[in-house]
Structures are given as C-alpha cells and as structure tokens.
C-alpha cells in the first residue's frame, strides 16, 4: 500500500507553522474501546503513520477491527544538497500530519484490553513523541 498523502490540495506547498497548544478536536474516543492518546506535540510523517498501522494490524489478526484518525496532509519542503540561498522554496519531499497533545491517533476494538496494550506499546515505539493508552 502507498504512503497515505492528499488526493488533491489548494496550495502545493505550506508553512511551517508552530507546533505549540492542544488539540481542538479528536481528543476523545470516538469508534474503539481503546486509543493510543498523544501526550506531547509533533509531527508524524506517512511513514511513520504506515509503520504504526502495519503493527497495529498484525497484532489484530485474529478478530478486532482498527481506526486512524490522523492523516498527513500537510506538505513538508526540502532543497538539494547544493543548492543557493536565495533559490525560492524546495520541492514538497514528504507528507507530515500535525499532532497536537490530547490527540487521540489510533483506535481499536474488539480485542481484549492486554492484547491491545501489547499492539499500542510496539506502534507508539514507531513514533517520535510520547503517548498514552486510553480506554473507555
């Protein structure tokens, strides 16, 4: 399966922005019985958000069902190693998705609650800021 990035977009390429505050939205349960909660602001690249989610589906094998509710969407820029100052913006490299604390990034259901613990632990040791395991 491909990396997930946008069908369409408005602007090829975007700001940095800041990564600072909590999340707006998305901070509660809203399909599973358990989530993997961000508790610290970032960005999680396509890859890193596919490397979580092919754990997370190995570990639900036998039964359980999963959901993300993150997608990168926004594009992150680079510029070749020689290139001058002063050269305009680079080409869009990858796909980030902005996380803010007290987002909930992955919900599973179905599954009993060590088995889900187990799967989270492995996902969240994919990722680049710190997380908790939720539950309703």
Request: glycine share 12%; net charge positive; with cysteine.
């Amino acid at each position: 399966m491909p990396l997930l990035m946008p069908k369409r977009i408005k602007y090829r390429k975007a700001f940095r922005g800041k990564r600072r505050g909590a999340a707006k939205g998305g901070t509660r349960l809203a399909f599973g019985e358990f989530g993997l909660k961000a508790t610290a602001n970032g960005w999680l690249t396509a890859a890193q958000i596919e490397a979580c989610r092919v754990t997370i589906s190995r570990s639900l094998a036998r039964g359980g069902k999963m959901w993300l509710r993150i997608f990168p969407d926004k594009p992150v820029t680079v510029h070749g190693q020689e290139k001058p100052m002063g050269a305009g913006k680079g080409l869009v490299d990858h796909w980030v998705a902005v996380v803010k604390r007290g987002r909930i990034l992955f919900e599973m259901d179905g599954i009993p609650e060590l088995l889900a613990k187990q799967a989270f632990r492995v996902a969240a040791s994919k990722l680049p800021l710190s997380t908790r395991l939720v539950s309703r």
